[in-house]
C-alpha cells in the first residue's frame, strides 16, 4: 500500500504540472476545449487518488476546483485571468497538500485559507459544512447547464464488469461505485452468475460484474466521468432505465461486448503518447551493458580484420561486420534517448516560484518558455533545476526594478523573463534574459575591490566585471532578502553547473537586461574526446575543451624563465605542459618533431597547451568512473574503455589550470583570462 | 602503534572461516574467502598519476574500472614482477571492488581456532598494521590480511 501511496504522489506530481500547464495556457490566450478538459481531468485524478488514501483536505480542495472546471465546462466559458490567477494558486495550495502528504512538511494555512475562501466565492455557493468525504451525502450542486438543459431526474442502469487489467493497475471497483454515488442515489447488485466453480476458478481472472442503478439528474457523459480513466480496461454500458418497466437489475442478461449498445456514446480516446514507468537503475544498467556490446563489438571487428581475412567470405565477412557496428550504434543512441527528458519537466516548475517571488518582491514578471521539449540526459535534471531557480530568482529580485522605476525609465510596469532551451552544436544551451536593469559595474566592482576580490588599481573590460558575479562572497543585494542575496547565489551555480560538465557565462547591457547562458553535454554517460598517447598511455582530452592541435615546432616553443615553455599559438603565447611530465610517467624529456600540443580552454577561458606524443583519432567514449572502486584522482575526471579493452584516463582541464596556478592547492584571487 | 591486545581483539571479533592463501614476495598471507569475487590472471594497466607507489593502475573489469593494489609492494617488498603464475585476486572492500596482485595463488584452506597465532610486535609498521593475526598450521605460517586496512585512502574518501 505504501508503494502505490507513493507512486500516487507521484503521479500527483504530474497532474500537478499538468494542471499548471494548461492553466498557463489559457493564461497565453488558448482557446482550446482540450486544454480545459486536460486541466479538469489533472484535479479528477489527483481527487480521485486523494480519496482512495483518505487524504481528506486534499480531496476537499481538489473537489472545490473541479466544481468551477465543471461549470466553466457546462457554461462552454473559458475562465478569465482573474479565475485562472486564483486557479493558479489553487493549484500551489494543492501542490502543498501533495507535499506534506509525501513529506510531512506542514503547509501553509493563511495561503490555504485565503485561496479557499476564493474558491468557495468563485463557485458561486457557499461551501456546505462538510463531514468526513466518506460519509458524505452528495447534495447536487446547481451548475447552471442552460436553459435547453433543465436538471431531470433520471434513472439509469450502469453495467460494469472490470476486465484483469483493471485489477492488475490497482484500481478499485469500490471507489468508481462511490464515485457514482455522488452523482445520486444508487442500487448496486452484484451478479454472482458469471462466477464459476471453486474448482474450474482462475483466481487472477476478473468475473465480479455489478449492475447499479442509478438515479441522478447529472448527463450520461457525467456518469461516463466517472470511469474515465478505466474506460479501456473495463466493459461498461451505461443505459436509460425503461419508465414503464423498473426491470430487476438482476434479471438482465448478461450483457455482451460484441452487441452494439443503442444511446452509448463513443469514448474520447486519450491523446496521450503511452509511457510506462521503468525503474533508473534498470535504465542505466541497459546503458552499462549496451556499452560494453559496443566496446566488444568494436574489439572483436578489430581483431577479425587484424588476423586478415581470404577467401571468398572476406568481403561478406566484412560486410557483416559494418551492420553489426551500425546495429550496435543505433541501439546505443536508442538507449542513451531513453535516459533522455524534455527540459520541460524544469521549466514547468518556475511559474510557480516567479509568482512566489513576484509576492515577496511586489515586482510584475511575465516568465516566456521557449524550447520546452529541447531533450537532456535525466541526470541533468536535478542539477540543471537548481541552477535555473537560482538564476530566475535571482533575475528577478537583483536584476528586474520595481514597477514604478521601470515605468520612470520608459518600460511596460512587467518585466519579461525569458527562458530558452536548444540543442547547439551537440550541447544543451540554455539562456535566461530579463529586461531589467542589467548588472550595475560600479558596485560589483566596488564590492570586489572592497572583498580583495581584485585590486583597486586594476583595470578590468566590462565583461570581466560582469564575471565577477560568480565570484564566492560577491552579493549586490543592498540588503540580504529571504529570496537570494547571501552571497550564494552565481558562484554556486557556476560551480554546479560545472560539476555537470557544463559552462555558464554572462552578458548584460546596463539598463537593458542580463543574459545568463548554460551550456551544458547532452548526457554524462558518454562523449567526445580526442585520444591522445603519452608515453605509452591512452589519455581522452575532452573535445569540448579542445581548441586546436598544433605541431610542435622548434620554432613555436619560447623559453621563459624557469616556469617552463610557451607555445606560440596565432602570435601570442600560451604557457605549455608536458603531460607526461605532470602525471608522474616521465621525467623531463627532449621534445621530438613528432610531438604534438593540444590547446586547451578551460572553464573560465584560460588557455593553455598540453605537450604529448601523438593524437591517434577522434572518438566517441563511454565515460565510467573511477572512484565507484577506488577515489578521486586529481587531474583525471574518469576514464573509459578502449576497443581492445584497455582503459584511457579521461583528463580534467578545469584541474590541470588549477592546479598549476596554485601548487599547494588553495585557490585565491579571482582568474581573469588573458 | 596497535597494542598485543587490540590485536587479539581484532582477531577474535572478526574470523574468517575460510582463507584464500596467495604468495607475496615468497611468503604466505591470506584473505577472507568470503571477500574474494574472483582471480583473474595479469593484465597491463593504465597508470594512474599521484596515486601511491603500490596502485599498479587501473584495468577493465566487464566494463567498471579497477584499481590494481600491488601487495608485495603495499607491503613493503619490491613490487611484483608480473609472470604467467600472478594472479590479480577481486576482492570487494565495503562497497568498491579492488584487484589484488600477487606472485601466485595457492590454496584455500579452514580456519580453526587453535591455529590462531596473534601478530607479535614487529619492527615494521606496515606489516604490523596490515597483518591482523597469524595462521599457524601445517608448518605454515600465513599472514591474514585485514582488508579493510588495505587503502587508507578509501575510507579517507568515504568519510
Known sequence: MAEIRSQFLLECDEHLAEFENGLLQLQSGSTDWETVNAIFRAAHSIKGGAATFGLDRLVRFAHDIETILA???????????????????????????????????????????????????????????????????????????????????????????????????????????????????????????????????????????????????????????????????????????????????????????????????????????????????????LINLVSELAIREAALTERVLNTGLAGAHASAITAA???????????????????????KVVFQRMPRLVREVEAHTGKSVQ????????????????????????????????????????????????????????????????????DGAGIDRDKVLALAVSRGLVAATDSLAP??????????????????????????????????????????????????????????????????????????????????????????????????????????????????????????YSTKREMSASCVALLVEDDAGEKIALLVDDVPEQRQIVIKSVEANYRRVPGIAAATILGNGAVALILDINAITASRKTPSGTETGVRLSA | MHNLAGQTLRAETWMPKEVLVCRIHGQEFC????????????????????????????????????????????????????SPQSAVIVVLIGKKQVGLLVDAVCDIIEVTADALEATPQLACDTVQNLVVTLINSDDRLIGLLDLDRLLPEIDAGDA
Not at chain 1, 258 to 276: D, K, L
Not at chain 1, 321 to 343: K, S
Not at chain 1, 566 to 581: A, E, F, S, Y
Not at chain 2, 42 to 67: D, E, F
Open chain 1, 71 to 285: 461549470a466553466a465546462r457546462a457554461q462552454r466559458v473559458i475562465p478569465d485571468g482573474k479565475a485562472l490567477a486564483m486557479l493558479l494558486r489553487a493549484g500551489d495550495v494543492l501542490a502543498d497538500f501533495v507535499r506534506e502528504a509525501r513529506d510531512g512538511t506542514a503547509p501553509d494555512e493563511t495561503r490555504i485559507a485565503a485561496c479557499s475562501g476564493e474558491l468557495a466565492a468563485a463557485s458561486g455557493a457557499a461551501m456546505p459544512d462538510r463531514q468526513d468525504f466518506e460519509t458524505l451525502t452528495f447534495q447536487p450542486i446547481p451548475v447552471s447547464l442552460g436553459a435547453d438543459c433543465a436538471p431531470l431526474l433520471r434513472n439509469w442502469i450502469v453495467h460494469f464488469r472490470p476486465h484483469r487489467e483493471f485489477y492488475a493497475t490497482a484500481n478499485e471497483p469500490l471507489v468508481l461505485l462511490k464515485e457514482l454515488q455522488n452523482l445520486g442515489d444508487i442500487k448496486v447488485v452484484l451478479e454472482e452468475g458469471d462466477i464459476p466453480p471453486l474448482t474450474e476458478l482462475d483466481p487472477t481472472s476478473a468475473q465480479l460484474r455489478w449492475t447499479v442503478t442509478l438515479s441522478t439528474t447529472h448527463t450520461e457523459a457525467e456518469i461516463l466521468r466517472a470511469f474515465e480513466f478505466v474506460e479501456d480496461i473495463c466493459e461498461l454500458r451505461i443505459v436509460p432505465e425503461l419508465e414503464e418497466a423498473p426491470a430487476q437489475a438482476s434479471s438482465l442478461p448478461a450483457p455482451s461486448l460484441a452487441e452494439p449498445v443503442p444511446g452509448m456514446r463513443p469514448i474520447p480516446a486519450n491523446v496521450s503518447t503511452s509511457s510506462i514507468r521503468v525503474d533508473l537503475e534498470k535504465v542505466d544498467r
Open chain 1, 321 to 343: 561486420f559494418d551492420d553489426l557496428r551500425h546495429l550496435t550504434r543505433d541501439l546505443q543512441d536508442y538507449v542513451m534517448g531513453i535516459r533522455a527528458q524534455p527540459v
Open chain 1, 367 to 434: 516568465l516566456a518558455c521557449h524550447g520546452e521539449e529541447t531533450e537532456v540526459d535525466r541526470a541533468l535534471i536535478e542539477g540543471l533545476t537548481d541552477a535555473v531557480t537560482h538564476m530566475i530568482r535571482n533575475a528577478i529580485d537583483h536584476g528586474i526594478e520595481k514597477p514604478e522605476r521601470r515605468l520612470a525609465c520608459g518600460k511596460p510596469a512587467q518585466a519579461q523573463v525569458k527562458l530558452n532551451a536548444a540543442h547547439r552544436g551537440g550541447r544543451v544551451v540554455i539562456e535566461i534574459s530579463d
Open chain 1, 463 to 584: 565583461e570581466e566585471i560582469d564575471n565577477l558575479i560568480f565570484e564566492p562572497g560577491l552579493s549586490t543585494a543592498e540588503k540580504v532578502t529571504d529570496l537570494s542575496g547571501r552571497g550564494v547565489g552565481m558562484d554556486v551555480v557556476r560551480r554546479s553547473v560545472q560539476s555537470l560538465g557544463g559552462r555558464v557565462t554572462v552578458s548584460s547591457t546596463p539598463g537593458a537586461g542580463t543574459q545568463f547562458t548554460l551550456s551544458l553535454p547532452l548526457t554524462l554517460a558518454v562523449m567526445d574526446g580526442m585520444m591522445a598517447t603519452v608515453c605509452g598511455q591512452s589519455l581522452v582530452v575532452p573535445l569540448t575543451a579542445l581548441l586546436e592541435t598544433i605541431q610542435v615546432q622548434e620554432s613555436n616553443v619560447r623559453r621563459l624563465g624557469t616556469s617552463g615553455n610557451l607555445l606560440t599559438v596565432h602570435g601570442k603565447h600560451v604557457p605549455m605542459i608536458d603531460l607526461g611530465q605532470f602525471l608522474g
Open chain 2, 31 to 82: 584473505v577472507d574467502v568470503g571477500s574474494v569475487k574472483e582471480i583473474r590472471g595479469w593484465a597491463p594497466t593504465a597508470l594512474l598519476p599521484h596515486s601511491p607507489a603500490y596502485l599498479r593502475g587501473i584495468i577493465n573489469l566487464r566494463g567498471t574500472v579497477l584499481p590494481i593494489v600491488d601487495m608485495a609492494a603495499r607491503l613493503d617488498f619490491p613490487a611484483v614482477i608480473p
